[in-house]
């Protein structure tokens, strides 16, 4: 098989990985890998980096992982999502941030996302509206031990997926402070349907891999308050730590308990 156009991996270069762990920014691959490395000292090797998706490979108990960068939004999720399935990935795992919208929910705290509301629009070229975007019991399960494990404070719920940060987020810091009419007051609606954030890729992959028979999970940490907060330096870094550490502690329940 020659390398998959957008990731820029063929079957050889993945060794045989089943499990991807999924981060948006490209930044943070490197982030994920080193410290799957800290905690097992296997190694881990860089695999390709094009347009938004790079891809390194690292090792938990003898066992190659993924960690792939989506980019921003559904659309180049489907498609990370898509080639490393083609390549024998079977369990997905979003490793994010996001913004809180209910009140009990601190900046650091992860949320481990049940099931999405479909903000978005390439969640529709995969299964009509109706259908849910769920996660995988298996891959919550393994999140929520994993949360555990690495001592992170984390809630269970229902995330809101936009395709857009600023108007699907209802923000009005955007350039045109107009906001449509279908999203005004939709935050609060979802804080009250008791939606606990906001992100942008969630929908999408839930929706697909619930579609095609894999497996798919989503754990966020929070960086901000949903639709009105500024997301600082700190904030940022103690989110993105509590959700990669969570997360590779659930990776490395699922390789140890693969029935």
């Known amino acids: 098989m020659p390398r998959l156009y957008h990731v820029d991996l063929d ?3 993945t060794c045989g990985a089943r499990i991807a762990l999924l981060p948006g920014d490209p930044g943070r691959v490197s982030l994920i890998a080193q410290a799957i490395d800290r905690v097992y000292a296997e190694g881990f090797k860089p695999l390709a980096s094009k347009r938004e998706f790079t ?3 690292a090792r938990i108990k003898g066992t190659p992982v993924l960690v792939t960068s989506t980019g921003i939004g559904g659309p180049s999720a489907s498609i990370a999502v898509d080639e ?4 024998g990935v079977t369990t997905f795992i979003r490793v994010g941030t996001s913004g809180a919208i209910q009140p009990g929910i601190k900046n650091g705290d992860c949320v481990i996302t049940t099931a999405s509301v479909r903000l978005d629009g390439a969640s529709t070229h995969y299964a009509p509206i109706e259908f849910p975007a769920v996660a995988s019991h298996r891959v919550t399960d393994a999140l929520i031990r994993g949360a555990k494990a690495a001592g992170v404070r984390h809630h269970l719920g229902i995330t809101a997926s936009s395709d857009t940060f600023y108007q699907g987020e209802e923000r009005t810091d955007s350039f045109r402070k107009y906001i449509l ?3 005004r007051g939709s935050t609060e609606e979802w804080r009250n349907l008791g939606v606990l954030n906001y ?12 579609s095609m028979g894999l497996e798919g999970g989503c754990i966020t940490g929070v960086v901000n308050r949903g639709s009105v907060g500024r997301i600082t330096k700190a904030a940022l870094r103690k989110g993105e730590d509590n959700a990669l550490r969570a997360a590779i502690e659930a990776a490395a329940w699922l390789i140890g308990n693969k029935g």
């Not at 490393?84 to 390549?87: D, F, G, N």
């Not at 992100?199 to 619930?210: F, G, K, P, V």
């Open 11 to 13: 079957a050889a270069m």
């Open 55 to 57: 891809t390194c490979l």
């Open 84 to 87: 490393l399935a083609r390549l």
């Open 181 to 183: 009419k279908r999203f």
């Open 199 to 210: 992100e942008m890729e969630s929908a999408t992959l839930l929706t697909a891999t619930a």
